[in-house]
């Protein structure tokens, strides 16, 4: 039920590349700033998550 989230800047090109790799994944999601801390899914193999559903970005405390 765990999908992915795609952050950071990168080429087009790369991040249709990635959502091809991991198509496979329950769903998979893009971050967009404009969204104010969401993520858009791009991709689902999940009856209850739809593509242009928004998730959370989880809160990450850094590294130890």
Partial sequence: SAGLILSGKMPHWILTGLVRAFQTLPWLAVYQPQL?????????????????????????????
């Fill in 36 to 64: 104010n801390g969401y993520a858009a899914i791009v991709a689902s193999r999940t009856s209850g998550v739809r593509a242009g559903d928004l998730v959370p970005m989880p809160i990450f405390t850094g590294m130890t």
